[in-house]
T-cell receptor
């Protein structure tokens, strides 16, 4: 089966600019997650969608980050304006079950560098 | 909130040595436990998972992990490592009302030939 697709693979922007990342989950996976992985740390959950509804966005910095999942399939994550500390790999993952009973499949991520 | 602790940030072993990576989690209720591996330049891959049943879980590539509920631990083991096991290893947990994964900081494993 096709994996979780993310684009772009790399992005370099200046601080205070905006950026958007795209994710296409595995077909049929109702649950979608965005994680932030800062160098030297484990991934941190930013937001979880169940179909096109938000289940958990408690760790999303809502003053600058936003995410949507229109039609319950593809999702975009936006940062506006970016700060230096936003430099990280942004991972998208999807799951067949909201409880993760069948595991989670991760995309390759988008590496963001803010200069 | 849940937390996951991985005891060793960097581990260096020689080929054929035995491996054990420690992982402890904080939540005392029902949890699902995972080990992921990230090879250089690649995405996270699932090594093994525990949901219920036999606390000794076998995964891919000869890895196994043991869930010890009384110790809140889920340590990863492999009896004989190979050079190709060089990677970053992450322990993760879901449950306790959080469906997403909470990850540890990872262990960077280097296998010397």
């Amino acid at each position: 089966e096709a994996g979780v697709a993310q684009s772009p693979r790399y992005k370099i922007i200046e601080k205070r600019q905006s950026v958007a990342f795209w994710c296409n989950p595995i077909s049929g996976h109702a649950t979608l997650y965005w994680y932030q992985q800062i160098l030297g740390q484990g991934p941190k959950l930013l937001i979880q969608f169940q179909n096109n509804g938000v289940v958990d966005d408690s760790q999303l910095p809502k003053d600058r980050f936003s995410a949507e999942r229109l039609k319950g399939v593809d999702s975009t994550l936006k940062i506006q304006p970016a700060k230096l500390e936003d430099s990280a790999v942004y991972l998208c993952a999807s799951s067949l079950s909201q409880t993760g009973a069948y595991g989670y499949t991760f995309g390759s991520g988008t590496r963001l560098t803010v200069v | 909130a849940q937390s996951v602790s991985q005891h060793n940030h960097h581990v260096i072993l020689s080929e054929a040595a035995s491996l054990e990576l420690g992982c402890n989690y904080s939540y005392g209720g029902t949890v699902n436990l995972f080990w992921y591996v990230q090879y250089p330049g690649q995405h996270l891959q699932l090594l093994l998972k525990y949901f219920s049943g036999d606390p000794l879980v076998k995964g891919i590539k000869g890895f196994e992990a043991e869930f010890i509920k009384s110790k809140f631990s889920f340590n990863l083991r492999k009896p004989s490592v190979q050079w190709s096991d060089t990677a970053e290893y992450f322990c993760a947990v879901s449950g306790g009302g959080a469906d997403g994964l909470t990850f540890g900081k990872g262990t960077h494993l280097i296998i010397q030939p």
